[in-house]
Structures are given as C-alpha cells and as structure tokens.
C-alpha cells in the first residue's frame, strides 16, 4: 500500500514537471494566460465593489469582511482549478473517445491520471490575489494570526477544496450513466458565484440551495466567517466545514467507484 502511495506520488510529480515544461516552452503563451486570469479576477473584485455599494442586502456587512469572504472563497477555487481541466470534459473525452481505456492499461488510479493529465498552471494568478485579498482584509476584521489560528485557516481552505472536488467528481460521475456530452458542470460551476459573498444577502430558497443541496456555502462563507467577528452565529457551521467537505469527497469517490465498476469500455 505504502509503494503504491509513493509511486502515485513520484509520477504526479512528473505530471507536473512535464505540464511546466510544456508552459515554459511557450512562455509568452503562459504569461498571457496569467494576466488574463489576473484581468478576470480584478473584474471580479471590481464587480463585488459595485454590488457592495448598489445593493441594501450588503449594508449588514462591512467592506472588509465582504472581501475576506471573497478573497478566502478565491485559494480553494484556485486550488480545485489547478487540477481539474479534465473534469470539464470528461465525458467526451474519456468516455466518448475511449481515452478512459488508455488509463485503465496503466498500473494506476485512473482517477489520479484524469486529475494529474488535466494540471494547469494558469490557477497561480487566482491563487496569489486571494492570498492578497485575504492578508489585506485580515488586518482589519480578521483575528490574531496565532498558530493556532493559522492552522484553521489551513484546514478550512483544504476542507474547501475536498468539498469542490467532491462536488465535480460528483458530478462527472454521472456521465458513467449517461454519456452525455453537454456537461451539467457549467451551470454548477457558476453557483459558486453566489456562496462567495455572506449567505445573508440571499432569499431562504437560495440558503437552502448553497447549503444543503449543492454546499458550496461550506467551501467559501462558512468557513470564511468562522474568522470574523460578525460570523459568531455561523460558528458551528464554519467548525463542521472540512468535515463537510470530508463527506462530499466521500461521496463523490464512492460514487466513481460504482461508475468504474458499471464501465464496460468505449467500444460497448
């Protein structure tokens, strides 16, 4: 078990030298793609200042707390994204094409292969300016930054990531039934948006919709608040968080388990 594991990880780490490789190689392609999340992101931050400043829903909640909310909502995503560009086609190109069949003629986790083939390097934008925002925004409404603190930081942000990937892996599942070449990801993807500003703001159909059907609340204003002094009463939520995100990646494993299981190859 223990060779397995170190063997995963010797050949992930060869994944990604050879995706750095490969952007390396086309440097001026890889720094355009930064900039461009970059610009997507600062359209991002400049959008959540117009609704802070247009909407009544937002006066509840102070500028800085607003983006810490957004800011920790950002590493998670970043973090998902860096591993997950398979995932968005994965039913065509897997299932449809038989790209599947390769990775089951290989001595690993298909699975690991799906996310390893699918790294990116483009996620690093994302992931710096949240940093950013969140160190920024800490200084004003965050705690202060003890050890202890900084580790439930940490747990929170990989709990985040475990529910995102859960979610996804999910949902890319289902393509084992259905083969289905227009993905239900993208308008999943998008709800995301909604969980990375307070909860508060939304209708009871929404609160019910981002934290108990499709969590995302748990992968960005739960845990988010959890370090503000106005998140007090979503305290209990925000502890629950990397469990919760324990449990949606849970799920999604065993349901690509059962899938894998049913899959009978392209050919079929």
């Known amino acids: ?62 500028s800085y707390e607003v983006f810490f909310i957004f800011g920790f909502a950002q590493i998670p995503l970043a973090l998902f994204s860096a591993f997950a560009m398979n995932f968005y086609q994965f039913s065509d190109k897997y299932l449809v094409q038989g790209e599947l069949d390769r990775l089951l003629m290989r001595p690993l986790s298909a699975l690991f292969q799906v996310i390893m083939e699918g790294v990116a390097f483009d996620f690093i934008a994302e992931l710096g300016m949240g940093v950013a925002i969140v160190v920024y925004c800490w200084a004003h409404v965050g705690p202060a930054p003890t050890v202890d603190v900084l580790a439930r930081f940490l747990l929170s942000v990989f709990g985040a990531w475990m529910l995102l990937t859960g979610v996804f892996l999910g949902l890319i599942s289902l393509s084992f039934w259905s083969q289905d070449r227009l993905s239900i990801l993208p308008p999943v993807y998008n709800l995301m948006n909604f969980a990375q500003f307070p909860i508060t703001i939304y209708n009871g159909f929404v609160r019910v919709l981002l934290t108990w059907i499709v969590p995302f609340a748990f992968a960005s204003f739960y845990p988010a608040s959890g370090f503000l002094l106005k998140g007090a009463e979503f305290k209990l939520f ?31």
């Open 1 to 62: 078990m223990l060779s397995r594991i170190l063997l995963h990880i010797r050949v992930g780490l060869f994944y990604c030298a050879q995706a750095l490789k490969m952007n390396m190689e086309y440097r001026l392609d890889f720094l355009v793609e930064l900039l461009s999340a970059a610009a997507m992101l600062a359209t991002k931050i400049l959008t959540v200042k117009f609704l802070f400043d247009s909407f009544h829903s937002m006066r509840g909640w102070d």
């Open 238 to 268: 925000s502890s629950f968080s990397p469990l919760v995100g324990l449990l949606v990646l849970g799920f999604g494993i065993l349901l690509w388990r059962r899938g894998m299981r049913q899959y009978s190859g392209a050919g079929s």
